[in-house]
């Protein structure tokens, strides 16, 4: 090859390596835009239930006229169920007389309104359709109230809705109060994609829906990209996760079922508007746990709660028993009647026979209802007045605990054998079924509150038992805040790893009386849980602590979660409790104009919810306030006497304010219910004040009892008997202690000193 030649060939390479690099910008263009992530697709649309009937009818046929398809409408004379021709009825309660009357088309109702005064309100929607139907009035605000006189649909008469007392138009619970208030007790679950539309600013509402009722998309979610794949013929369809749903309701177990259901068929508090989406359930909303006035002690329905709380208690939840494999999911009704629907899994030649039930199909001549298998394990409740609901834990009958923890049981309940006593039910359930009982864990819940001595043990082993239900699991935990020792200390560590987000979300929760560095050490990791409510919990605790106490690269997590928790008290800064939850993170974060703001706000919006009222009291005292400080607690002791805890806040501030004899009594008061030593020392020292030695006395040794090893105790009980020349009783107490204390130093200095 001549040099010429190889000269050309260079020239060549050199020529194509210069296109290269003059196309390399558009070819890097071109690959990087191949390669960029495409843009987020629009989220999916609702398109309502009608559009479902096209392919959907069966289902569609089912829900169509069910519960939710009839849970809202709009007051037609189609949907009305109530007698609107001009007829009365009188609240005894009350002492007031309603009328229900027509003007054309419209339907009105002539009672007391707002503060009292009577007027005519137009009802614009009906609500619920069985056993009882309410009625919703327009009020001003963007506000519907429900009317607290409502239809009974079998008896075809007017009756007014528990609580069956004198409701003042002032009260909460008043028919125009925030107790009735449409928008935030009930829109969620009547409701398909309730936008609650709630300005804490104007306290005013712009709450709207997609569908008055609850359709199919309040449990698939909303259909749109379904729609598209269901709008292409069959073989152009393209394979897509759920079929283009937004939830998934196919082949789930029976927590994933729950997940859909829990949201509206549970006593809760939402976190935000629910949108109908996958998600944790604590995302969306924090269930009640076993609290007291909810439920009794071993868990059984008392007040309101719904189905969500007990059904996760029952065994057959813990089994894989779905919703769905009693019910069916459209139409709502049960698939089969009476024990036929228990014996879809239980064999009924066991279950079904008089060998296990005892009971009779006749007795005495009438048709009995004794053999059906809910009656012992579904007892119910009346709530509304007429709305009968069973208890969805499916529990065996217990006619003895009952005896140990005053709670209902099956065979006394709901007039089976209400004749009989106690004891005769009892005697005969051991007669069919043994002596043997097993332990229940409602013992232990009603030990814890009571705040028993040593049921913290107790406590403990059933928040670690992780056969337990979590619910039960939880409300242990719960408890042990009146417990705070190492050993709870360290279980309620242990719960913050659960894999239970309401195991976790309590766990953080009790902590909350624990020292800086216990709550630094154990929840800072939690501002990065998954689940959105322990986010936001852990940083509420968190925010007790100056931020500066946080790690650097924990304190991004902490504002976000914090952002978390402040949405989701605006999004309920209508109701109390949430508003109180504002004032506490005002008072941590060191805002006390914002925390006295919101505290007032929350007495405002319901003046019974006395939790604000104390807090507030406490902020009144720590500015000097103390007028203002004593009328809220004494309000709060005439309101909830038996909050003793309160009348020895209201003791001890009394003291403060050197009104003794006041004083003395509610801090006597609050010793006596909570057998507190340091409230006996407490009025020991008060008594002292007033001259009163030989109570003071009393009070003393009553506290030197439940603590012994209390050197305030000794020391005051010992210079009281000095003082008083009783030199044989400071001997005789010391002595005492040492036979139970040896190693008791204060008892030891008190001989050396007397035999001086």
């Given at each position: 090859m001549t040099r010429h030649a190889d000269i050309t060939r260079w020239e060549r390479l050199a020529l194509?390596?210069?296109?290269?690099?003059?196309?390399?910008?558009?070819?890097?263009?071109?690959?990087?835009?191949?390669?960029?992530?495409?843009?987020?697709?629009?989220?999916?649309?609702?398109?309502?239930?009608?559009?479902?009937?096209?392919?959907?009818?069966?289902?569609?046929?089912?829900?169509?006229?069910?519960?939710?398809?009839?849970?809202?409408?709009?007051?037609?004379?189609?949907?009305?169920?109530?007698?609107?021709?001009?007829?009365?009825?009188?609240?005894?309660?009350?002492?007031?007389?309603?009328?229900?009357?027509?003007?054309?088309?419209?339907?009105?109702?002539?009672?007391?309104?707002?503060?009292?005064?009577?007027?005519?309100?137009?009802?614009?929607?009906?609500?619920?359709?069985?056993?009882?139907?309410?009625?919703?009035?327009?009020?001003?605000?963007?506000?519907?109230?429900?009317?607290?006189?409502?239809?009974?649909?079998?008896?075809?008469?007017?009756?007014?809705?528990?609580?069956?007392?004198?409701?003042?138009?002032?009260?909460?619970?008043?028919?125009?109060?925030?107790?009735?208030?449409?928008?935030?007790?009930?829109?969620?679950?009547?409701?398909?994609?309730?936008?609650?539309?709630?300005?804490?600013?104007?306290?005013?509402?712009?709450?709207?829906?997609?569908?008055?009722?609850?359709?199919?998309?309040?449990?698939?979610?909303?259909?749109?990209?379904?729609?598209?794949?269901?709008?292409?013929?069959?073989?152009?369809?393209?394979?897509?996760?759920?079929?283009?749903?937004?939830?998934?309701?196919?082949?789930?177990?029976?927590?994933?079922?729950?997940?859909?259901?829990?949201?509206?068929?549970?006593?809760?508090?939402?976190?935000?508007?629910?949108?109908?989406?996958?998600?944790?359930l604590l995302d969306l909303m924090v269930p009640q746990l076993l609290n007291e006035g909810l439920y009794y002690p071993d868990g059984q329905i008392l007040d309101e709660v719904y189905v969500y709380g007990s059904f996760v208690q029952s065994k057959m939840y813990q089994r894989g028993v779905r919703c769905n494999d009693c019910h069916d999911v459209h139409s709502l009704k049960t698939h089969r009647e009476k024990n036929e629907l228990c014996?879809?899994?239980?064999?009924?030649?066991?279950?079904?026979?008089?060998?296990?039930?005892?009971?009779?199909?006749?007795?005495?001549g009438k048709p009995s209802e004794g053999y059906l298998c809910v009656r012992c394990h579904m007892p119910g409740r009346d709530y509304m007045g007429i709305d009968y609901r069973p208890d969805h834990s499916l529990r065996i009958p217990r006619p003895d605990l009952s005896a140990v923890l005053g709670t209902p049981n099956a065979c006394s309940a709901e007039g089976c054998h209400a004749d009989k006593t106690l004891a005769w039910n009892i005697e005969n359930y051991t007669k069919w079924y043994g002596e043997t009982r097993r332990p229940h864990y409602g013992a232990v819940i009603k030990a814890g509150r009571e705040r028993t001595d040593g049921a913290d043990i107790e406590l403990i082993r059933l928040a670690e038992d992780a056969l337990l239900p979590a619910?039960?699991?939880?409300?242990?935990?719960?408890?042990?805040?009146?417990?705070?020792?190492?050993?709870?200390?360290?279980?309620?560590?242990?719960?913050?790893?659960?894999?239970?987000a309401v195991i976790r979300y309590t766990a953080i929760r009790s902590l909350e009386y624990f020292d800086a560095e216990t709550r630094l050490k154990r929840i800072a990791p939690k501002l990065y849980d998954p689940v959105k409510a322990v986010r936001m919990e852990a940083a509420m605790m968190l925010s007790m602590l100056p931020e500066e106490r946080l790690r650097r690269d924990d304190r991004d997590a902490f504002h976000e979660a914090l952002n978390e928790y402040c949405k989701a008290m605006l999004y309920n800064a209508d109701l109390a409790p949430q508003r109180y939850n504002l004032g506490n993170l005002a008072v941590n974060l060191g805002d006390e104009q914002g925390a006295q703001a919101d505290y007032e706000k929350a007495i405002a919006i319901d003046d019974q919810f006395y939790p604000a009222k104390v807090n507030l009291a406490m902020l009144y005292n720590r500015q000097g306030k103390n007028r203002l400080a004593e009328k809220l607690l004494r309000e709060v002791v005439a309101q909830e006497p038996e909050l003793y805890e309160v009348s020895y806040s209201l003791g001890l501030l009394l003291a403060e304010m050197k009104q003794y004899e006041d004083a003395a009594y509610y801090v006597g008061r609050a010793a006596a219910g909570l057998n507190y030593a340091r409230a006996y020392y407490n009025q020991g020292q008060i008594l002292l004040a007033l001259r009163r030695s030989e109570q003071a006395e009393q009070a003393l040794q009553k506290a030197l009892s439940l603590e012994p090893q209390d050197q305030d105790v000794f020391l005051a009980l010992a210079d009281l008997y000095l003082r008083t020349q009783q030199p044989d009783k400071a001997r005789t107490m010391a002595e005492a202690l040492l036979r139970e204390h040896p190693e008791h130093q204060g008892a030891r200095q008190l001989l050396q000193h007397l035999g001086q």
């Open positions: 194509i390596a210069a296109v290269v690099i003059l196309l390399s910008p558009g070819l890097y263009l071109l690959r990087s835009r191949s390669l960029a992530p495409p843009p987020p697709e629009a989220p999916a649309q609702f398109v309502g239930s009608e559009k479902c009937k096209v392919c959907h009818e069966a289902a569609y046929d089912k829900w169509r006229g069910s519960d939710h398809d009839r849970a809202m409408d709009v007051a037609t004379e189609a949907t009305v169920l109530g007698d609107f021709g001009n007829g009365t009825f009188f609240d005894a309660y009350n002492n007031v007389t309603s009328r229900f009357f027509r003007k054309g088309e419209k339907f009105f109702v002539e009672t007391e309104g707002p503060g009292g005064e009577r007027g005519e309100f137009e009802i614009a929607y009906t609500f619920g359709v069985y056993p009882l139907q309410q009625y919703l009035v327009p009020f001003p605000g963007g506000r519907l109230q429900c009317l607290n006189i409502a239809w009974d649909v079998d008896r075809k008469q007017w009756y007014r809705l528990p609580p069956l007392e004198r409701i003042t138009p002032d009260n909460w619970l008043h028919w125009t109060k925030g107790g009735q208030t449409w928008n935030v007790m009930c829109a969620e679950c009547h409701s398909t994609n309730v936008n609650k539309g709630y300005d804490p600013a104007t306290d005013t509402y712009s709450t709207t829906w997609f569908e008055i009722d609850v359709g199919c998309e309040a449990c698939h979610g909303p259909g749109s990209k379904h729609m598209e794949w269901a709008d292409k013929p069959p073989l152009a369809r393209a394979k897509t996760e759920n079929y283009g749903l937004a939830v998934r309701t196919g082949n789930l177990d029976t927590g994933e079922l729950i997940r859909i259901c829990a949201p509206c068929h549970s006593r809760r508090f939402q976190l935000g508007d629910n949108h109908h989406q996958e998600g944790a014996t879809q899994c239980h064999r009924a030649e066991i279950y079904d026979s008089k060998l296990h039930h005892f009971h009779k199909k006749e007795h005495e619910i039960v699991r939880a409300t242990a935990l719960s408890l042990l805040r009146a417990y705070p020792g190492e050993a709870s200390q360290a279980t309620l560590a242990r719960a913050l790893e659960d894999d239970d």
